[in-house]
């Protein structure tokens, strides 16, 4: 193999071009891919960072969903409380009027009771008197009789 001037002349366009691709192509390639590689770092130390926050809040909102699931069933538990506490008072309340609905009541038997009484006590007197009437056929003396009658009937 013998070099000649062509193999020569090549070998210096080489190393010419690859002394001109050290000194001007290569620094801004390595500078990119420095710089590719930082934002990649990067990236990775926020996306990182993002899930670790994303963690941290699924934790928040779950604690919350927590809360808010115990705050519901005190909320329904003070609810059903009230309820019974008002379904007995609506009890009490229907009692103490029905006790006094049955005390009026008893009171008006009462009154009519008496009322029966005192017109059969009458009744009773006029037709004793027209008994007497018809056993003596004779006039009775009415108001002698009655007051005998009125003592008579204050014993019944």
């Known amino acids: 193999m013998t070099i000649n001037l062509t193999m020569l002349g090549q070998l210096i366009s080489f190393v010419l071009f690859v002394l001109f691709c050290m000194k001007f192509v290569w620094p801004p390639i390595t500078q ?6 930082a934002a990649l770092a990067e990236g990775l130390e926020k996306a990182a960072a993002a899930e670790k926050q994303l ?7 779950e604690a919350e969903l927590d809360d808010a699931k115990k ?3 005190e909320l329904i538990a003070q609810a059903r409380n ?3 506490q008002i379904v007995e008072e609506a009890k009490t309340t229907a009692q103490e009027e029905a006790d006094r609905i049955k005390v009026g009541a008893q009171a008006e038997i009462d009154q009519e009771i008496n009322q029966a009484r005192e017109s059969l006590r009458s009744e009773v007197s006029v037709l004793a008197i027209e008994g007497a009437e018809k ?3 004779s006039s009775v003396d009415r108001q002698a009789h ?3 009658l009125q003592k008579i009937a ?3």
């Open 32 to 37: 990119i891919l420095r710089e590719r590689q």
């Open 55 to 61: 963690e941290e809040a699924n934790n928040v909102a």
């Open 71 to 73: 705050q519901s069933a």
């Open 82 to 84: 009230r309820a019974s």
């Open 135 to 137: 056993i003596l056929e």
């Open 146 to 148: 009655e007051q005998m």
């Open 154 to 156: 204050a014993r019944l």
